[in-house]
C-alpha cells in the first residue's frame, strides 16, 4: 500500500521559512517523479514544484521561483519542500504527489499558515 505522508507545516510569520518532509512507503521511490502541490482556500489546487527522478531536474511555479527549493533523498525514500521568505499569500494545505508508471499518489497534506 503506497503512504505518502507530509510533515513539517505550521504557523509562520512573512518572511519566516518551514521546511516540508514527505516520508514514502510502499513504491518504488528512486522510479517515481515527485512534486508539491497546494490549495488555499476557496481556489483550485496549484502546482508548486517537481523534481526529476535523480534530482537533477526540478521546476518551480513562478510564484515560488527564488524562494522554495524542492530536493529529494532516495536513500531515505524522502521528499522536501524548503520554503524561505514567506508570504501571506503562501497559506495553503501543502500535498506531496508522487507518479510512477501510470499511477499517481497523493498524501493527506499538512497545512502551511503564513500569518503575523
Known amino acids: 500500500q503506497v503512504q505518502l505522508v507530509e510533515s513539517g507545516g505550521g504557523l509562520v510569520q512573512p518572511g519566516g521559512s518551514l521546511r516540508l518532509s514527505c516520508a514514502a512507503s510502499?513504491?518504488?521511490?528512486?522510479?517515481?517523479?515527485m512534486s508539491w502541490y497546494r490549495q488555499a482556500p476557496g481556489e483550485e489546487r496549484e502546482l508548486v514544484a517537481v523534481?526529476?527522478?535523480?534530482?537533477?531536474?526540478?521546476n518551480y511555479a513562478d510564484s515560488v521561483k527564488g524562494r522554495f527549493t524542492i530536493s529529494r533523498d532516495n536513500a531515505r525514500n524522502a521528499a522536501y519542500l524548503q520554503m524561505d521568505s514567506l508570504k501571506p499569500e503562501d497559506t495553503a494545505v501543502y500535498y506531496c504527489v508522487s507518479r510512477y508508471s501510470a499511477d499517481t499518489y497523493w498524501g493527506r497534506g499538512t497545512q502551511v499558515t503564513v500569518s503575523s
Open positions: 523534481i526529476s527522478l535523480a534530482g537533477d531536474y526540478t
Open positions: 510502499g513504491l518504488p521511490f528512486s522510479s517515481s517523479a
